[in-house]
């Protein structure tokens, strides 16, 4: 039971910063009816739990097979290969990646917040 309590701490101490940054905003700035902020704070509590599950899960499954496969090369000797294939996964990942592009088109531009 440690492992999910440490995770769902690491998710809080993530998530909350920005969650207090929209709920001050959708105060101050943009009034927000109250429906749309429990489904706000609502999926934020989703969130921290995807989150943490996601954590737990990985650290069980993927990082001992991360640390065998780090340890053998490591051994061997032939890391450069291994380290360039990986960067260039991560940026045609990262370039590629939709949801980043679908983003960036729903964000309104119109409406800007005065102080």
Known sequence: MAPILNSIKESL???LPI????ILLSVTCVSLDAGVLVLFLF???LLI???S????????SMEPLGDGIGKTL????RWLLPL?????LGFFITVSEPD????????PTEKACKI
């Open 49 to 51: 739990l995807g989150m």
């Open 19 to 22: 969650a207090l940054i929209v």
């Open 74 to 77: 490591n051994r061997k000797g």
């Open 43 to 45: 999926g934020t509590i």
């Open 13 to 15: 101490t993530s998530v």
């Open 100 to 107: 980043l592009q679908v983003l960036a088109e729903q964000v």
């Open 84 to 88: 360039l294939i990986c960067f260039v």
């Open 53 to 60: 599950f996601f954590t737990v899960g990985s650290g069980i």
